[in-house]
């Protein structure tokens, strides 16, 4: 892909959740981007703070709790945690939009698509809240039979129509940036598929960035021009996708792509991480995986390892990235 602006620039980002002494790390010194039109993955396991990172792109983080530490969001070069309520309007309405895991708990139960379709445009493009503008946006998401689907209640669809659904709402303000969280968690394995799919042909006709979140690293091969795996609040590895999937030089991306359920010879065991991702409260010191680390010395006790470049914009965080075989 071409060199292409910078959307999206975050650096060295800190979040904490509570108060004083109590006060939480669970972001810390963050650092990722996004160039206009590009897919990138956050991914990692349930607890690694990808949520909360993917709130605080548009400064949704509720304060308090939650308390910006640190570092900045640049949006468009625009720093978005110094931003006030009118303009974090404008970019929540024009810019950034979110799809979540669960459509079900995102749609209204009570209300026909149609109604909830027709809000979303009414708020961020009021002159084109038309039917025929509603249908377009159904037929840009893949549902079939665009307009019964506006006269049908949510739990009329299935969970992958309701996703798209979602997406088509995300879509309505035209974004420059969709985050979608977890987006295809709550879905079986084929509708997962399909739904990928959707973002990555959007991305492309519609030239939007899209930020995918998720905890299985097989499902970002497909998507992702670039990946970064988070553990424990922090980025340990991150670059092309290509790169980092096939020559993994921390060993947490190596644990992850061992997770990946293989499709075939499913009667293969998961390797997977031993262990959990460590409780904010409870951070070990020095690197933040060490204790679950097959590759874990004393030096990964006392000190963080800082970032290494591996080549080009290939960057990780492990004492012993040069052990290990680099297939
Ligand atoms: N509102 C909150 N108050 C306190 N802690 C929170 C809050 N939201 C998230 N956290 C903590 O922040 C950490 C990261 O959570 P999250 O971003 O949801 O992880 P992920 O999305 O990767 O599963 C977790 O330890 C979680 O308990
Ligand atoms: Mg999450």
Redesign the pocket.
């Known amino acids: 892909m071409p060199e292409r602006d910078l959307l999206l620039d975050v650096r060295g980002l800190k979040i904490e959740?509570?108060t004083g002494a109590q006060g939480?790390r669970?972001v810390d010194d963050l650092s990722f981007n996004v160039r206009d039109g590009e897919t990138v993955a956050l991914v990692?396991?349930?607890?690694?703070?990808?949520?909360?990172?993917?709130l605080a792109l548009a400064k949704l983080i509720?304060q308090p709790?939650?308390r910006f530490a640190g570092g900045e969001v640049l949006f468009g070069g625009q720093n978005v945690l110094s931003m006030g309520e009118k303009e974090l309007r404008r970019l929540r309405g024009a810019d950034i939009s979110y799809v979540f895991q669960e459509p079900g708990q995102s749609l209204n139960p009570v209300f026909r698509i149609g109604w909830q379709l027709r809000e979303a445009l009414q708020i961020h493009r009021p002159d084109q809240a038309t039917t025929e503008e509603m249908v377009r946006l159904l037929k840009q998401v893949g549902l079939p039979d665009p307009e019964q689907k506006l006269r049908a209640y949510p739990h009329e669809l299935s969970g992958g129509m309701q996703q798209r659904v979602m997406i088509a709402m995300a879509l309505a303000c035209r974004p420059r940036l969709l985050v979608a969280?977890e987006p295809t968690t709550a879905l079986d394995v084929t509708i997962q598929l399909q739904i990928l799919e959707l973002l990555k042909d959007l991305q492309r006709q519609l030239g939007m960035a899209v930020i995918l979140?998720t905890?299985n690293l097989g499902l970002v091969a497909d998507c992702a021009h670039r990946v970064n795996v988070?553990y424990a609040?922090r980025i340990v590895e991150a670059g092309p996708t290509e790169e980092v999937l096939g020559h993994p030089r921390h060993p947490y991306t190596r644990g992850l792509l061992e997770a990946v359920p293989k499709l075939e010879g499913s009667a293969g065991h998961l390797k997977g991480i031993d262990g959990h991702?460590p409780?904010?409260a409870r951070m070990p010191s020095g690197c933040k995986f060490h204790p679950r680390c097959p590759l874990c010395a004393e030096i990964c006790r006392e000190r963080e390892p800082a970032d290494e470049t591996v080549r080009e914009d290939h960057i990780v965080r492990c004492h012993f990235w040069q052990k290990g075989g680099d297939s």
């Open positions: 959740f509570g939480l669970v990692g396991e349930s607890g690694c703070g990808k949520s909360v990172t993917a509720p709790p939650g969280d979140i905890h988070m609040g991702v409780n904010p």
